[in-house]
């Protein structure tokens, strides 16, 4: 057997629907099972989300407080009023921050941006930066992506004569705070039929609105914001992302295209994994590490020359931003290792001063891939006497609504059910930490620490083909609510398999089933070459893809887990240097039948045990255990003894032996009566003078003739003294079966035939027929699936 990493939840299909999509919209069986289980289970709601049919963005004016906003709006740029656009640090507040930036400047407003220091002032408004506003002539203030959390500075900004216009996404708290207009998607009693926009999405319906159309030479940008903040690429965000990314893909921006020449991506390729994976890291990492307007101005500058300057700049930011990022998760998962452990500790809370807190949050989501707990990593100023935090979570553990439960002792606090931002006196953080493992033992269960992967179908290798994959491409881009298609393959051959890279850590392979085949990569998933015996059938999960090399296209998967869910036989017959198995072998029990081979197998510093006699062997608990079975056994029985109503996971077949009778002759009838009738010619015989010219006159073996003398000196046919041989005389009939040197000689031959020389496919039937009374392989996987 070999355990999946993860729990595999895999979704059921209705068959019926599929079907019918199928016929009715002529689309693989795959796609449509994709469609099927994420909802778009009739022809009518399939065939608008595959082709677009009748998507068009909302009207703005269905926000609660558009009208108040554009209003306001449109006064300060008649009046030439100082209008201020409050933005955050991270991917989405950029683009927000941009959006808006170009949509006040096209109308002819006095516009600047403020983004406030991560380090210095922390996340969203602040006093200090409100009351410089006003000093500095400032009548509005436009807050994106942030500010929904802001009630002491609205009241700050009403003391100080600045009407707010609030646009934000994140979770709105119990008290909203005292602003001229609050545009939010979420808010309580709102008519906007989608509630998921990201920041940069309710910063484009704004403008939207101002503009009085769609404003598709933005689009570039609320894709950005709106696939880097991860929010359900569904409804108005799927169009803002799909119609987003075919605008950056003939993008004029000058700080865009410098970022992408920088990071060696081709415009025509662009898609939502260029956004996540290249563009926002590097946005990300300015706000991370130093000032986010840096992040801005690329967006924003006219000059090509200083485009490329500003991209560079911000790649070097990003390179150590990564390096950082590794110090502290290595310090962080020490500190949690030494000082809280996962089994005391159902939520992780660490926090060091001199960590940097623009990068807490990538070290938290490292927490949570490794321990696989909600996380939250703090950047401790012991100066101020405050940690600085972010927080990420699991499923079954929601962040924001937890953390609502300790809002007396987080004076700034915001986020999502996944993630979250705080800041908090450095003495609460015991009691936070306490608080929220308090509430995690009430909600999570052991199995919720298990990670989970979801699937989204089980396929069939028949269906995959290039016209499928190909069609899959139309359910893109993928993201939160519609993620890239994750499949499982229940039960496949493996007809290759082998480790791949410099370093050998990856693998690769190609399955096959009923005549149909894939090939298969797995970063990383090298070491799971020894784990999985060739002869087993592989249950897979993960990604499908067109591999596309020398002109040749052809489907693949990247995989992403493997199991097996049958016990596994391992074919190590005939392999000499023992030392070679002992390497392969993961902790296994090394059984050992006749003890004069013990010390070929103790220096490896192996489990061991010697199974001498049957009722050892029938007493021996191997259920769940990786066996290896080092040498032959006496006798079949051993073998029936130890393995039958047992459940080993796997079997190594080694089966030393120092001798093999199977290629030497086992006489038969003929040969004992041909020999019997030489010596009763020829006896006296001496056999120790004139045994091997005997054997060289049959073409037999000295062995050969040496056995037969043994049997017939057994059967009392002949007599033997000082090597010579000289004949009974003989009443009663004897059978050769009556000797014991013959039945073990028989026995023996017979056992080597059946274990050490049969095929694999015959002695792995063998032990099936021994292993009685395991779990069927449907029943094993249901455990994983």
Known sequence: MLKP???????????????????????????????????????????????????????????????????????????????????????????????????????????????????????????????????????????????????????????????????????????????????????????????????????????????????????????????????????????????????????????????LKLAGSDLPAVNEETIGFVIAPRINAAGRLESADIAVDLLLTEDPYEAETIAEEIDALNKERQALVNEIA?????????????????????????????????????????????????????????????????????????????????????????????????????????????????????????????????????????????????????????????????????????????????????????????????????SLLDEVSPYASLAVIGELAINEWNNIRKPQIFLQDLAVHEWQLFDYRGLKRIEKLSDSVSSALWIVFNEKYVSKFTHQNNELIVVNNLDKARHLDITGRNIVLADLPPSKEFLVSLLQGKQPARIYAHFYGEESDYFSTMPTREHFKWYYAFLMKKAPFDLKRYGDDLAKYRGWTRATIDFMSQVFLELELIKQHNGFITLNEVKNKKDLSESITYQQKQAHYALEGELLYSSVDELKKWFDEMIIGSVTNEEAVEEWI
């Open 5 to 259: 990493k993860t729990r595999w939840i895999c979704q059921q299909v209705d068959e019926e629907k599929k079907r019918r999509l199928v016929e009715e919209l002529s689309i693989t069986p795959l796609v449509a099972s994709l469609l099927v289980n994420r909802g778009f289970d009739t022809p009518e709601l399939a065939s608008s989300f595959l082709f677009d049919k009748d998507h068009a963005f909302h009207d703005p004016f269905t926000l609660i407080g558009m009208d108040i906003a554009v209003s306001r709006i449109k006064d300060a740029i008649a009046n030439n009023e100082q209008i201020l656009i409050f933005g955050d640090y991270d991917a989405d507040g950029v683009t927000s921050t941009s959006v808006m930036m170009l949509t006040l400047q096209e109308l002819g407003a006095n516009v600047q941006y403020y983004i406030p220091n991560r380090f210095t002032e922390g996340y969203g408004p602040n006093e200090n930066a409100f009351r410089h506003a006003a000093e500095s002539g400032i009548h509005l203030i436009i807050t994106v992506d942030t500010g929904i959390a802001a009630l002491h500075e609205a009241k700050i900004a009403k003391e100080l004569g600045l009407d707010l216009i609030i646009t934000d996404h994140h979770e709105p708290g119990p008290e909203l705070p005292e602003a001229l207009a609050i545009i939010h998607p979420k808010l309580e009693n709102s008519p906007y039929p989608f509630h998921d926009l990201a920041g940069v999405g309710v910063a484009f319906k704004l403008s939207h609105a101002l503009l009085g159309k769609v404003p598709e030479h933005l689009l570039q940008f609320a894709a950005i914001g709106t696939i880097a903040d991860l929010v359900p690429l569904v409804g108005e965000n799927r169009l803002i992302a799909k119609r987003g990314i075919q605008a950056l893909k003939n993008t004029d921006n000058h700080g865009l295209k410098a970022l």
């Open 330 to 526: 290595e310090e962080a998962i020490q500190e949690v290792e030494e000082n809280y452990p996962i089994d005391e500790n159902s939520v992780i809370v660490v926090g060091k001063s001199g960590w940097n807190a623009g990068v807490i949050g990538i070290v938290a989501s490292k927490l949570v891939e490794r321990f696989y707990r909600p996380a939250i990593v703090l950047s401790v100023d012991d100066e101020k006497g405050l940690a600085k935090g972010s927080a990420r979570s699991i499923m079954g553990f929601d962040l924001f609504q937890n953390l609502s439960t300790c809002r007396d002792i987080l004076p700034h606090f915001g986020g999502h059910p996944m993630a979250a931002g705080m800041t908090l006196k450095i003495e609460d953080v015991g009691e936070l930490r306490s608080r929220l493992n308090q509430l995690a033992s009430k909600i999570l269960t052991e199995e919720d620490f298990i990670p989970v992967t979801k699937l989204d179908s089980e396929i069939e290798l028949k269906n995959v083909d290039l016209k499928a994959l190909e069609e899959m491409q139309m359910l893109a881009p993928f993201g939160m609510y519609n993620p890239k298609p994750k499949v499982l393959i229940k039960a496949a051959s493996i007809s290759q398999m082998k480790k791949i890279g410099a370093d050998q850590t990856h693998l690769k392979l190609v399955l096959e089933d009923q005549g149909s085949s894939l090939d298969g990569i797995g970063f990383g998933l090298g």
